[in-house]
């Protein structure tokens, strides 16, 4: 892709939604808001349609905003949508005439189709709502899926932090790579002298003396599990306690269902069945809609108790809030979350009748004054304003800046081939990914099947393609490498700790290496004595870390949580940790230790290991006669790092030696505080504040902070500092200088 530089031209975005814009439901509202937030964010939009335009109920909202293009659907002769394959086809034929910075889709099968052509590989950004909860129901097939469209994905969207980590903890190549989106609505929705605004807002029941007059809305789809068929009898009961009960049904799209196949057929009975009280308004525009929501007195967001594990957030409801009418809704963590536990409108599953429902209305009558300022002022965090800011952000966290060539440089072909090569990868993620996103790169990858093995046909045939080859560990590759390579091309390794070890570094023609990459100054001194390379050919790049990823709110008693990720090899001293814990919960009983990683007889070159696994047996067998083994935890390895380190307010670093470690730098960037024993390079990594001399010093040091909330704050502030030079975007910057060089 030639894309042209952010500096001279807006970003440009395509927007596909799975979605049909002449059915008004919550889906479909979606599109219009999300072309509106990107075009508020400052980027140019062209919305693909998928479907022929029968009426312009949401098309003709798109058509009217400023910087948004609207692209009439294709569709073959007798259908009036595209299927996925003749969408993708579209988008990336779209594409093709005019590259675009972010291909922006939202639906599953959509997204699915996408991935599985390989399409738009770096930039297409997936916003997928349909997968299961919990996530232990979700089947394999669905798992699967979900995991190839994160792979092929450069970001996953969800609508929440619980949607976050229910996909991050299910599908590993989600982590790192989700970030949330929530729900959002107009700007002026709700607000005086705009749509819905306080001047013409609806005087609430409860403010006309002797006015026994109830005015219910519901609008949205018709569903089984959204309990349309049954909201009539709310209003039958509410009359029968002796209230004027009104009730608007905004809609017209009867959905199927597959629980029961013949409940379409009953709701539409419902809805030709007259009924006191009860309006059928049909299908609206977005304003229209607006307008009967903003004259009821409660909006109507009851459903099945089958959806209460969902981790989404309705629009709809958030529309209500905005326009000052409280919504009656199940009770949910996630609905508590957003409107309190105390409020008076939640339905609970075992009262979930049209007749409890009737009297929790009349409950709460005497209060919807009050809850119609009080949802009002919920609803300014969802405001399209406020995603646009968010869409910025990930645009500065994704698009890459295209690096100037340097001086005298000779301006060779681009995109600049780039060839990775290493037998693991699992610390070049946040590399891969600017590689594969970058304008001017083009990258393949040689992955070794071992320290030792690879197919050498193969490394030749990519290393005649290759402008760069970069060698992720100073291993045998790298002696390969360097011995293969031609004149003309770049060099660059990047050693970590164990390869100054290796015997193969004998056999390393350093001369023939462009750069070396070391993570930590202590790294480059001892790469350049037992190398004997002078300074200028080695670079200290640290390992990345996402802050954008890992910064989420942490959890309650984080504080009292400790972290260790890994204990193997024995150098990790678990003992420390352990020993830590113990002197903790001599003072306080709220300490506990979360050990995540993989056990030692996991590793069976360092089982094999008889000094090694002697001193893990007796530390176990230590853990079994303690009196504190219940506080310690053991956490399976997992990739959502930035979900398991939001319940984490310490992690420990008690190792005696490290090259860099990753596990406090991604501490510090959640928010959480490190502990760091004393060692070699530490402090030229980490800087002094968190370095502790022993175990006794880091039990009194935790203690210390977390008695002093003031202190700790500081303290968190500070480590976030630290965490910004290990950004991936700093660090990032740092690569393509390498990379690039001509």
């Known amino acids: 892709m030639n894309q042209q530089s952010r500096t001279s031209e807006k970003p440009r975005v395509l927007l596909y939604g799975d979605v049909d814009l002449n059915v008004l439901d919550g889906s479909a509202v979606w599109l219009t808001s999300m072309a509106e937030a990107w075009a508020a964010a400052g980027v140019s939009v062209d919305v693909q349609l998928k479907a022929s335009e029968n009426r312009d109920l949401l098309s003709g909202v798109l058509r009217n905003l400023p910087g948004v293009a609207v692209l009439p659907a294709r569709v073959r002769a007798g259908h009036q949508t595209m299927s996925c394959a003749e969408a993708a086809d579209v988008l990336e034929e779209l594409d093709e005439r005019a590259p675009y910075d972010v291909v922006f889709v939202r639906g599953i099968h959509m997204c699915a189709e996408l991935a599985e052509r390989d399409a738009f590989t770096g930039r297409l950004w997936s916003y997928v709502t349909e997968f299961s909860y919990p996530a232990e129901s979700m089947d394999a097939e669905r798992r699967a899926t979900l995991g190839g469209i994160a792979e092929a994905s450069r970001l996953v969207l969800a609508q929440t932090p619980q949607a976050r980590a229910v996909l991050e903890a299910t599908i590993p190549a989600a982590a790192g790579r989700t970030v949330e989106l929530t729900p959002m609505i107009p700007d002026a929705l709700g607000r005086a002298g705009g749509p819905g605004g306080v001047e013409g ?38 009359r029968a306690l002796g209230h004027d009960a009104r009730l608007t049904m905004v809609g017209d799209k009867v959905q199927r269902s597959a629980e029961e196949p013949e409940w379409p057929h009953r709701m539409r009975e419902v809805m ?47 529309e209500s809030c905005a326009l000052g009418v409280p919504p009656l809704l199940n009770r949910t963590s996630l609905h508590e979350e957003l409107l309190g536990a105390d409020y008076p409108l939640f339905v609970d599953a075992v009262h979930d009748t049209p007749a409890d429902i009737a009297r929790t209305i009349v409950a709460a009558r005497s209060q919807l004054a009050e809850l119609s300022e009080r949802v009002r002022g919920l609803a300014a965090p969802y405001r399209i304003a406020a995603r646009a800011d968010v869409l910025r952000g990930y645009l500065d966290r994704v698009l890459p800046d295209v690096a100037p060539q340097p001086p005298g440089s000779s301006g060779g072909r681009l995109p600049r081939r780039v060839l990775v090569a290493g037998h693991d990868l699992k610390f070049a993620g946040e ?30 045939s990519l290393l005649e393609w290759a402008d760069v080859v970069m060698c992720e560990w100073a291993g045998p590759n790298a002696v390969w490498y360097a011995r293969h390579k031609s004149d003309g091309q770049r060099l ?58 890992l910064a989420r709110t942490k959890s309650e008693g984080a504080e009292f949580r400790l972290g260790l990720v890994g204990i193997v090899p024995l150098r990790k001293r678990l003992d420390r940790a352990f020993d830590t814990l113990r002197l903790l919960r001599e003072r306080d009983d709220r300490y506990t230790l979360h050990i995540r990683g993989k056990l030692p007889w996991e590793y069976p070159h360092e089982w094999r290991k008889t000094e090694q696994r002697e001193a893990y047996l007796d530390w176990f067998a230590r853990l079994g006669r303690s009196d504190i083994a219940g506080a310690v935890a053991f956490e399976p ?45 530490v402090e030229g990594i980490f800087g002094s504040d968190f370095v502790v001399p022993d175990t006794a010093a880091a039990a009194d040091f935790i203690l210390r902070t977390d008695s002093d909330p003031t202190r700790r704050a500081e303290l968190v502030e500070r480590a976030r500092r630290v965490a910004d030079g290990f950004d991936e975007l700093s660090v990032n910057r740092l690569w393509l200088g390498l990379l690039l060089q001509r």
Do not use: C
């Open 201 to 238: 807002s609806h005087e609430h029941a409860d403010g006309v003396a002797g006015d026994s007059s109830i005015n219910l809305v519901y609008t949205g789809k018709f569903a089984r599990d959204w309990r349309t068929d049954l909201m009539p009898e709310i209003v039958d009961e509410l």
């Open 272 to 318: 030709e069945t007259p009924r006191t009280g009860v309006d059928w308004a049909g299908a609206h525009d977005r304003a229209g809609a607006t307008a009967l929501t903003r004259a009821a007195d409660i909006s109507l967001g009851w459903r099945s108790p089958a959806l209460d594990l969902s981790v989404e957030l309705s629009t709809k409801v958030l």
């Open 431 to 460: 590399l891969i990914d600017l590689l594969t996103s970058h304008p001017d790169i083009e990258v393949r990858f040689d992955r070794w099947t071992s320290l030792h093995h690879h197919d050498e046909s193969a490394s030749r």
């Open 492 to 549: 660059v390794v990047r050693m970590h700790m164990f390869e100054l070890r290796g015997r193969w570094l004998e056999d390393l023609d350093t001369t023939r290496v462009d750069q070396f990459v070391a993570v930590s100054q202590l790294y480059k001194e001892l790469l350049m004595e037992q190398l004997e390379v002078p300074s200028e050919q080695v670079t200290v790049v640290p390992n990345a870390v996402s802050v954008a990823d």
């Open 637 to 681: 390895f997992g990739a959502d790092m930035g979900n398991w380190l939001s319940k984490i307010g310490w992690v420990l670093s008690p190792s005696t030696t490290e090259s860099f470690h990753l596990a406090p730098a991604e501490g510090m960037a959640s928010g959480g505080l490190p502990v760091l024993w004393e060692r070699p390079g």
